[in-house]
């Protein structure tokens, strides 16, 4: 049983935005700057350094970004339970302050 119409269920026509074809643990969080009052983050992947800002979406669970700070990313996922049903749940990328592998975490 899909329930693809659900209220949490992803928008399928929203076009996918680059950082949608990684993992969220393969991603890494390495800083962020604040200009004229917005926050944008620098986020790694494919051996490429990416702009991120509140509203944008980055991981394989349909995770839209709702806030930077300094020393981590908030996202609120979509992932599919067991009978089908769309969940929202909050997952984090922390900053990445080493060479290791970034931490991620899911709630």
Do not use: C
Not at 14 to 29: A, C, D, M, T, W
Not at 98 to 105: G, H, I, L, R, V
């Amino acid at each position: 049983m899909n329930q693809q119409s659900g209220i949490n269920a992803p928008n399928p026509d929203r076009p996918k935005e680059i950082l949608e074809n990684f993992s969220l643990e393969s991603l890494r969080y390495v800083g962020s700057i604040k200009r004229g009052g917005q926050i944008s983050a620098f986020v790694e992947a494919g051996g490429h350094t990416y702009t991120v800002r509140v509203g944008n979406y980055l991981g394989q669970n349909y995770g839209q970004i709702t806030a930077i700070t300094p020393d981590k990313l908030i996202l609120s996922e979509v992932t599919e339970d067991s009978y089908g049903a769309w969940q929202r749940r909050t997952a984090e990328l922390e900053l990445n302050t080493s060479d290791a592998s970034n931490q991620s975490k899911s709630n």
